[in-house]
């Protein structure tokens, strides 16, 4: 594959292929012709730079791969690019590829396993008992988001979870002794993980490890496999092996040295094939003994087989909606208490509904009470993350990929900076997950420029994919949270206050799915100008409204947008009837950088944000000294209004 696209990573495939043929061979409880089965054993290849090994395992294991695919690696419109993707290649688990994230998915995998497992298995009828499977790398290791991950499931006791470490000593820049020394076993024994060291290039010693680590039921194991980089190739132990094709004659002295034929690109002896082939038929028969338990749990408890089969579609169960919260208009509250006021009504209609905060469940109002905790109750739907951000992220993830479970994350919306490499990879991905952010603005107050984000919304608004929702008060927040639940092809993030905000009134017909909609109209018919806010700044918006048209004034429309990526996906007449192009006298107030904002107010309207760092006050001084007020937008809506005449 490496040498057809003349790209690619040759010294992984080459260096853990034993490793990873005992896993897959010995192992793994798949079945090729249904990739999606719900209880299947997870794989994931975390140090996905060596995706040509997996695609040859999918490929020899008999998965919808053909080897058209993999003559056609790294290429335009191919199955096979040069990291997996999860929505694009059969038998794919997770894309991988920044390092240390798929490690972090493995251990969400595990997570949501333990969870299912506690809910749907009832005596005798375990319909939920799989394991994850890593291979991991020296990068892996060395990311901080992996130490986060790692330290987490040594504390939940992750019992299936079982990392192969391809231990080879060398990473691109050289030998992993410039920069990477200690001693990864001992680390990982800290962490409360079952330890094994073993000669990776020896098939039956690697065979054993993994039945050990599989009798480990208490904690999640990994085995310490010392291997050669390209191995067998004329660079093997060199990082020049690592990340470039060997090209003809050295891929030639391989061949000779290995007995394989020279001319023979892509050659799969039949006998490897029918060998390796045999997984499709053990497939077939796991997923019928599987269905049988399954019909047995559905004699004994029909509520919770039709709930898992439901849970393993992605689709919400009836009625997940009623009773949900409202608020009158007039009533004041902090939108993140409306997001907990929500969760509160979900997590009793929405069984599959879990996660939690990296530690700042108070200030995220992120905990159900009576729900217990994941990895500390039984059936625990709570999670504490602790103070986790990189690995919380990455382990969502790997709860949604794992299937039947909803996830949710939360920490505050300045740290969605730890965050990043996951939350762009579950918008890759097309990932479920929901992230509660709060603190969204200088509206914090006092804790300063440090905890204030005002960069964050244009960056993560930026992120292709991912839905920001901003809302203005309660309401718009339950609404949020429906369309963020609702979601099946991607990930959405809430951006909600500390300080209480007052609800507002709002038409009959206003819905924030649609991501933006007319809060007010203009007295008098046809609007002048356009005042448009999203979050806090409603608010200010509306008062600015009513400055503006005292004693006959201009006549201003206020427009909420808490979504711009939800009205942009709105069809062209719904967005002109909200923001028409006739009017061109508009205003933008965002506590925030004024980035992006120029697409909703054209080239003759005016954004007043915060293109600079915030301070420590409170948080009305903040809004006053900064410039976030109704009168300063009124100002800069007479202004505008004046240089159009």
Same mark, same amino acid.
């Not at 709570?382 to 969502?396: C, D, L, T």
């Given at each position: 594959?490496?040498?057809?696209?003349?790209?690619?990573?040759?010294?992984?495939?080459?260096?853990?292929?034993?490793?990873?043929?005992?896993?897959?061979?010995?192992?793994?409880?798949?079945?090729?012709?249904?990739?999606?089965?719900?209880?299947?054993?997870?794989?994931?290849?975390?140090?996905?730079?060596?995706?040509?090994?997996?695609?040859?395992?999918?490929?020899?294991?008999?998965?919808?791969?053909?080897?058209?695919?993999?003559?056609?690696?790294?290429?335009?419109?191919?199955?096979?690019?040069?990291?997996?993707?999860?929505?694009?290649?059969?038998?794919?688990?997770?894309?991988?590829?920044?390092?240390?994230?798929?490690?972090?998915?493995?251990?969400?995998?595990?997570?949501?396993?333990?969870?299912?497992?506690?809910?749907?298995?009832?005596?005798?009828?375990?319909?939920?008992?799989?394991?994850?499977?890593?291979?991991?790398?020296?990068?892996?290791?060395?990311?901080?988001?992996?130490?986060?991950?790692?330290?987490?499931?040594?504390?939940?006791?992750?019992?299936?979870?079982?990392?192969?470490?391809?231990?080879?000593?060398?990473?691109?820049?050289?030998?992993?002794?410039?920069?990477?020394?200690?001693?990864?076993?001992?680390?990982?024994?800290?962490?409360?993980?079952?330890?094994?060291?073993?000669?990776?290039?020896?098939?039956?010693?690697?065979?054993?490890?993994?039945?050990?680590?599989?009798?480990?039921?208490?904690?999640?194991?990994?085995?310490?496999?010392?291997?050669?980089?390209?191995?067998?190739?004329?660079?093997?132990?060199?990082?020049?092996?690592?990340?470039?094709?060997?090209?003809?004659?050295?891929?030639?002295?391989?061949?000779?040295?290995?007995?394989?034929?020279?001319?023979?690109?892509?050659?799969?002896?039949?006998?490897?094939?029918?060998?390796?082939?045999?997984?499709?038929?053990?497939?077939?028969?796991?997923?019928?003994?599987?269905?049988?338990?399954?019909?047995?749990?559905?004699?004994?408890?029909?509520?919770?087989?039709?709930?898992?089969?439901?849970?393993?579609?992605?689709?919400?169960?009836?009625?997940?909606?009623?009773?949900?919260?409202?608020?009158?208009?007039?009533?004041?509250?902090?939108?993140?208490?409306?997001?907990?006021?929500?969760?509160?009504?979900?997590?009793?209609?929405?069984?599959?509904?879990?996660?939690?905060?990296?530690?700042?469940?108070?200030?995220?109002?992120?905990?159900?009470?009576?729900?217990?905790?994941?990895?500390?109750?039984?059936?625990?739907?709570?999670?504490?993350?602790?103070?986790?951000?990189?690995?919380?992220?990455?382990?969502?993830?790997?709860?949604?990929?794992?299937?039947?479970?909803?996830?949710?994350?939360?920490?505050?919306?300045?740290?969605?900076?730890?965050?990043?490499?996951?939350?762009?990879?579950?918008?890759?991905?097309?990932?479920?997950?929901?992230?509660?952010?709060?603190?969204?603005?200088?509206?914090?107050?006092?804790?300063?420029?440090?905890?204030?984000?005002?960069?964050?919304?244009?960056?993560?608004?930026?992120?292709?994919?991912?839905?920001?929702?901003?809302?203005?008060?309660?309401?718009?927040?339950?609404?949020?949270?429906?369309?963020?639940?609702?979601?099946?092809?991607?990930?959405?993030?809430?951006?909600?206050?500390?300080?209480? /905000? #007052?609800?507002? *009134?709002?038409?009959? =017909?206003?819905? +924030?799915?649609?991501?933006?909609? &007319? !809060?007010?109209? $203009?007295?008098?018919?046809?609007?002048?100008?356009?005042?448009?806010?999203?979050?806090?700044?409603?608010?200010?918006?509306?008062?600015?409204?009513?400055?503006?048209?005292?004693?006959?004034?201009?006549?201003?429309?206020?427009?909420? /947008? #808490?979504?711009? *990526?939800?009205?942009? =996906?709105?069809? +062209?007449?719904?967005?002109?009837? &909200? !923001?028409?192009? $006739?009017?061109?006298?508009?205003?933008?107030?965002?506590?925030?950088?004024?980035?992006?904002?120029?697409?909703?107010?054209?080239?003759?309207?005016?954004?007043?944000?915060?293109?600079?760092?915030?301070?420590?006050?409170?948080?009305?001084?903040?809004?006053? *000294?900064?410039?976030?007020?109704?009168? +300063?937008?009124?100002?800069?809506?007479?202004?505008?209004? $004046?240089?159009?005449?």
């Amino acid at each position: 594959m490496v040498e057809a696209a003349r790209s690619g990573h040759p010294g992984l495939p080459l260096g853990a292929a034993t490793i990873a043929h005992a896993i897959w061979s010995r192992h793994l409880r798949h079945a090729p012709h249904d990739p999606r089965w719900p209880d299947r054993d997870r794989f994931v290849l975390s140090a996905g730079h060596g995706s040509a090994l997996l695609y040859a395992l999918l490929h020899l294991h008999g998965y919808d791969l053909p080897l058209s695919e993999l003559r056609a690696f790294r290429q335009w419109g191919s199955k096979t690019p040069g990291h997996p993707e999860v929505h694009l290649t059969p038998g794919v688990e997770t894309t991988t590829g920044p390092l240390g994230q798929g490690f972090g998915n493995a251990v969400g995998m595990a997570l949501a396993e333990r969870f299912r497992a506690e809910r749907y298995d009832v005596d005798p009828h375990r319909v939920v008992d799989h394991r994850t499977y890593a291979i991991v790398s020296d990068g892996d290791l060395m990311e901080g988001v992996a130490s986060e991950a790692a330290s987490l499931a040594g504390t939940f006791g992750l019992g299936k979870l079982i990392a192969v470490y391809d231990d080879n000593g060398i990473s691109i820049d050289g030998s992993t002794d410039v920069t990477f020394r200690e001693d990864v076993g001992a680390r990982f024994s800290a962490y409360g993980w079952h330890v094994q060291h073993v000669d990776g290039h020896d098939l039956d010693a690697v065979d054993r490890a993994l039945t050990a680590a599989e009798a480990e039921g208490g904690r999640p194991s990994i085995v310490v496999a010392r291997t050669v980089i390209g191995k067998d190739s004329p660079l093997e132990g060199t990082a020049a092996v690592h990340g470039a094709a060997l090209g003809p004659e050295r891929t030639r002295q391989l061949k000779e040295k290995l007995g394989w034929p020279v001319d023979e690109p892509f050659r799969v002896p039949p006998e490897v094939r029918e060998a390796l082939g045999r997984s499709v038929e053990r497939g077939r028969a796991l997923v019928a003994a599987w269905q049988q338990r399954v019909d047995g749990l559905a004699a004994a408890r029909p509520d919770l087989a039709d709930e898992m089969r439901r849970a393993d579609t992605g689709a919400l169960p009836r009625g997940a909606f009623e009773d949900m919260p409202s608020w009158p208009p007039g009533q004041k509250l902090a939108t993140r208490k409306a997001s907990g006021a929500f969760l509160r009504a979900a997590f009793a209609h929405v069984p599959e509904l879990v996660g939690g905060s990296a530690d700042l469940a108070g200030s995220n109002d992120t905990t159900v009470k009576g729900a217990g905790f994941l990895g500390a109750d039984p059936g625990g739907r709570n999670v504490h993350f602790g103070v986790r951000e990189h690995a919380m992220a990455a382990i969502a993830n790997g709860m949604a990929l794992h299937g039947g479970v909803r996830p949710f994350v939360a920490t505050f919306l300045v740290f969605t900076d730890y965050m990043r490499p996951a939350i762009r990879l579950a918008a890759l991905s097309r990932l479920p997950v929901a992230y509660v952010m709060t603190h969204d603005s200088i509206g914090l107050g006092e804790d300063g420029p440090t905890h204030q984000p005002v960069e964050h919304l244009a960056s993560l608004r930026a992120i292709p994919g991912l839905k920001v929702f901003r809302p203005a008060d309660a309401n718009e927040t339950r609404e949020a949270w429906m369309a963020a639940l609702e979601r099946t092809d991607g990930p959405t993030l809430l951006a909600l206050t500390r300080q209480d /905000l #007052p609800v507002l *009134e709002r038409p009959a =017909a206003a819905d +924030a799915r649609r991501g933006g909609y &007319v !809060l007010r109209e $203009a007295k008098g018919g046809a609007p002048d100008v356009i005042l448009i806010a999203t979050g806090s700044e409603v608010a200010i918006a509306l008062e600015a409204a009513e400055i503006l048209e005292r004693g006959g004034g201009p006549a201003a429309r206020v427009v909420s /947008l #808490p979504c711009w *990526e939800a009205f942009e =996906a709105q069809p +062209a007449e719904y967005r002109e009837t &909200v !923001l028409p192009g $006739a009017v061109r006298a508009r205003v933008a107030m965002e506590a925030g950088v004024t980035l992006g904002w120029r697409r909703w107010v054209g080239d003759r309207g005016a954004v007043i944000g915060l293109d600079r760092f915030g301070a420590s006050a409170p948080y009305e001084v903040l809004y006053r *000294e900064l410039g976030l007020t109704a009168h +300063a937008m009124a100002a800069r809506a007479r202004e505008v209004l $004046a240089a159009l005449r």
